[in-house]
């Protein structure tokens, strides 16, 4: 053993710690560069100030390794020979190191520590006297106190006064407020002072059943059954998660607490994430053979074709889901071309232009001139004959006294009746026109006049008669009719769409309308179109990021999501 390090330093109320180390080396580096040897932080020593060597069983040799000197016994030198058996005391700054020799032979160097704070603030015992600690009880006792405190505050009040609530349930329990992980939601924000609404067992998660008690109207959406078979089995690490959950009393797989959070922030709740929907519909078909819905995990990546309700049957008004992916045909029972309607240069252009801005039309048919919005502008209105088609499609048959007589729409017998009481030999006209060729001073007009077959209604409603024009005639219980028309409001009711949300995108980039030839033509949108702008939750770039809850809703009855402000 060469050299032993003793070094003592002191703690703010006055004791000394002695940390010991031994050093089998023969040269010792000191200086205030923290891979010396003897490390000294001191502004007045250099980086590398001085070497000590060992040089025999009793001396050692300090040298100093640059210009500045040190104190042995009082003298400033550069270089020294000590015996370690008589002693003696180096100066390095404000550190004074003792050598000494220790009976198994190691010189000890005793660093005692670096005096300024003694100097600065005068001696232990004037310092312990002007402290505060000299007035007030150990830091034990402090810590103890305190604790205690901390302890009957926060929760022995709150047990005591839930108990006390328990028996007597019109009492206030008082101070659990101090437990909350954080603000509650925007719309439970009234509940901050009552935390026993929604946790009613101390130390027991939230249960189903209580937010039930408010929520009357939430419902799973699906018989319960069902959404059992529909769940994954879920991989071993989230299975062992659960069950320890469960240990502690949370309920689910499927509980109200999975989707919905809590203690989030006084702002609206987050909206349930995707994953938990993912959970059955990623891969719904491999469990649930006789589903007829397609996997969806995420719109932008996993998500079946839209299959809108459309008219199977117009006989019977019957509605089937067909695919948008089968090219489906739709039956409304009217006949209505768009193209026709829609061509800037066709017959229909010119009688708007010419009928002209009395019914707001400009120099062409527009989607706004059949389709007006809703109050809301989600949707549009139906389509009716009098407001829409009728400036033009005119039913007038007859003239009487520079009156036109006009047939009354939409109910036959009606119809039946009106011209039983016509005079049939006085056609106001000779051959029936198309509406493009639109006769000046008066309104587009039919000419029901010359008998042929089977009368006036019969020649009405026959196919090119003016009913037959927009509906296909039929024969009902023995007597003439139209095939009834069903106009479909809501093609796609189990996903939501919201044209006010999108009126800054033209009509065209999602209803193809002005090519089509046919009403039967399905004129809605793939998804591949949505799909231009919306992608899944976690949608990165230009893409809406869009979760499940932003197109559909968990809870029936309602299908309106909640966020669009239908609840
Ligand atoms: C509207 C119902 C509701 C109210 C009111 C409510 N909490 Fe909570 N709290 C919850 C839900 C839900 C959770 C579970 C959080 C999660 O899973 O995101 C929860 C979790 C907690 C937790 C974490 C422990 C646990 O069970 O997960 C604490 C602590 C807590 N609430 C304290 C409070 C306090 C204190 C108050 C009163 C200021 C309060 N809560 C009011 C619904 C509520
Ligand atoms: C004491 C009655 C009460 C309890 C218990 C309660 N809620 Fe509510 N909750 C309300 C009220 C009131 C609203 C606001 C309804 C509104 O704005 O129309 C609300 C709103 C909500 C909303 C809509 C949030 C939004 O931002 O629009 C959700 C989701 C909800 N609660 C879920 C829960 C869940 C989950 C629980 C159980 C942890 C729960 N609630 C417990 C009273 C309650
Ligand atoms: C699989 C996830 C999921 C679970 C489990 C779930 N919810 Fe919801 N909840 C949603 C989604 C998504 C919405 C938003 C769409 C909507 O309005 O249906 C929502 C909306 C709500 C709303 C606000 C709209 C409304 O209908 O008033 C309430 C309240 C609500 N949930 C309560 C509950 C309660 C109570 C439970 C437990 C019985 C529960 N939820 C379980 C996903 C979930
Ligand atoms: C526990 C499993 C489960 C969860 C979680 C779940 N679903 Fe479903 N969902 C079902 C089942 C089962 C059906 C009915 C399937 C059937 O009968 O063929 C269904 C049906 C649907 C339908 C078709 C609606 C209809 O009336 O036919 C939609 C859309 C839907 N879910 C969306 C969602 C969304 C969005 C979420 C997340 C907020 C979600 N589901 C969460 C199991 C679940
Ligand atoms: C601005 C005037 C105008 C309006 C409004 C109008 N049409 Fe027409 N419609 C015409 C003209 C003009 C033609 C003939 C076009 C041609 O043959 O070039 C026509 C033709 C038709 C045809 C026959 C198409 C063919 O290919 O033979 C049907 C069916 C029809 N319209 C139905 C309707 C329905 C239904 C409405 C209301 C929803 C309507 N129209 C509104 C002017 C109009
Ligand atoms: C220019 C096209 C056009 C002509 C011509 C026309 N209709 Fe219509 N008709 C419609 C439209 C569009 C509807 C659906 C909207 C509505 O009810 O206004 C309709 C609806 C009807 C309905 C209701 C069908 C149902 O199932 O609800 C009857 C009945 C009807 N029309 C009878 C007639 C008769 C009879 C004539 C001949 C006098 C006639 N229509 C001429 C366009 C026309
Ligand atoms: C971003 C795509 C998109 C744009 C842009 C769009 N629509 Fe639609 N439209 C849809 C979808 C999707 C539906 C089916 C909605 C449903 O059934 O809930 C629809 C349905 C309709 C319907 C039939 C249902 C109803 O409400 O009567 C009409 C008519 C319609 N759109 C007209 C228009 C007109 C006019 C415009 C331009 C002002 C327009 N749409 C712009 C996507 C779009
Ligand atoms: C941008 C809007 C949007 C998003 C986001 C979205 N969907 Fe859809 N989803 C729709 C529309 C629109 C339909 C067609 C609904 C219909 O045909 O009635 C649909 C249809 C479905 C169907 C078939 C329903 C049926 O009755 O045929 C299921 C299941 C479904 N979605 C689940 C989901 C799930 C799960 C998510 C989240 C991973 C999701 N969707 C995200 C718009 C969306
Ligand atoms: C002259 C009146 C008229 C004009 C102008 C018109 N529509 Fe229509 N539209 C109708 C009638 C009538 C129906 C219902 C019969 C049918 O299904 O074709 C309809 C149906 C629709 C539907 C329902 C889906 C479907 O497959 O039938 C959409 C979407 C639609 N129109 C979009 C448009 C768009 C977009 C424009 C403008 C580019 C437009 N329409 C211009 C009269 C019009
Ligand atoms: C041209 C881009 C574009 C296309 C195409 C598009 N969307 Fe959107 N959509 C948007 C934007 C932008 C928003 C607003 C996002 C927001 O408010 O955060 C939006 C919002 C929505 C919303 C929320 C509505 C609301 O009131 O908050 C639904 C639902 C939706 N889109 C469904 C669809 C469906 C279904 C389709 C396909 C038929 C579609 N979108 C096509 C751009 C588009």
């Not at 305190?146 to 709150?158: E, K, Q």
């Not at 017998?413 to 009481?421: E, F």
């Not at 006085?426 to 006049?449: C, I, K, M, W």
């Amino acid at each position: 053993m060469t050299f032993r390090l003793r070094q003592i330093e002191q703690t703010s109320d006055g004791r000394e710690i002695v940390r010991v180390r031994n050093i089998d080396q023969s040269t010792l580096s000191l200086g205030r560069a923290t891979d010396n040897d003897v490390n000294l932080p001191d502004l007045a020593i250099e980086l590398h100030h001085a070497d000590i060597l060992r040089v025999d069983e009793a001396h050692i040799e300090i040298k100093a390794a640059d210009t500045l000197g040190f104190g042995v016994d009082g003298n400033v030198t550069l270089f020294a020979r000590v015996d370690c058996r008589t002693g003696a005391e180096l100066r390095f700054g404000t550190f004074r190191i003792t050598v000494s020799l220790d009976d198994d032979g190691a010189a000890v160097l005793t660093i005692h520590p670096c005096e300024e704070t003694g100097i600065r603030s005068g001696n232990l015992d004037e310092r312990r006297a002007f402290a505060l600690t000299s007035v007030l009880p150990g830091k034990r006792m402090l810590a103890w106190l305190t604790a205690s405190i901390v302890l009957l505050a926060f929760l022995a009040v709150p047990i005591i006064s839930q108990q006390f609530h328990a028996v007597h349930p019109k009492s206030a329990i008082v101070g659990d407020a101090s437990w909350s992980p954080g603000k509650l939601s925007l719309a439970h924000h009234a509940l901050e002072s009552r935390c026993e609404a929604c946790h009613v067992k101390p130390f027991q998660s939230v249960r189903n059943e209580t937010c039930r008690s408010c929520h009357k109207n939430a419902h799973d959406h699906a018989p319960p059954d069902r959404m059992d078979q529909a769940r994954a089995n879920p991989p071993l690490a989230e299975l062992f998660l659960r069950t320890v959950a469960r240990e502690f009393g949370r309920e689910g797989p499927g509980g109200c607490v999975d989707c919905h959070n809590e203690h989030r922030g006084l702002a609206p709740m987050a909206m349930p994430q995707q994953k938990f929907c993912a959970e059955c519909h990623g891969a719904l078909r491999d469990k649930m053979a006789d589903t007829r819905l397609g996997n969806a995990g995420d719109f932008g990546q996993l998500h079946p074709q839209f299959t809108p309700m459309i008219v199977t049957d117009p006989g019977t008004r019957a509605l089937g889901r067909v695919s948008l992916d089968t090219n489906p045909r739709e039956r409304s029972g009217l006949t209505f071309p768009h193209r026709v309607h829609l061509d800037p240069l066709g017959g229909v252009a010119r009688m708007a232009a010419s009928i002209g801005r009395g019914h707001g039309y400009g120099n062409r048919l527009e989607c706004k001139d059949c389709h007006h919005p809703t109050e809301d502008r989600v949707r549009f209105q139906p389509v009716t004959m009098e407001r829409d088609c009728e400036v033009c499609h005119s039913l007038a048959y007859d003239k009487v006294g520079g009156i036109f007589r006009k047939l009354h729409h939409g109910d036959v017998d009606q119809m039946i009746a009106d011209l039983s009481a016509a005079s049939p030999h006085q056609p106001v006209v000779t051959g029936r026109r198309r509406p493009g060729e639109y006769a000046p001073g008066g309104a587009y007009y039919s000419n029901f006049a010359s008998p042929s077959g089977g009368g006036l209604v019969g020649r009405a409603l026959s196919r090119d008669g003016i009913c037959g024009e927009c509906h296909t005639p039929v024969t009902r219980g023995g007597r003439l009719s139209v095939m009834p028309v069903t106009l479909v409001n809501r093609y796609m009711a189990n996903g939501w769409f919201d044209h006010r949300a999108h009126r800054q995108t033209p009509c065209a980039s999602c209803h193809a309308a002005a090519a089509s030839t046919s009403s039967a033509d399905v004129l809605l949108p793939k998804i591949a179109v949505c799909r231009t702008c919306h992608a899944g939750e976690n949608a990165a770039g230009a893409k809406v990021p869009s979760g499940c809850a932003m197109c559909h809703r968990f809870h029936p009855p309602n299908v309106v999501p909640s966020r669009v402000g239908g609840v």
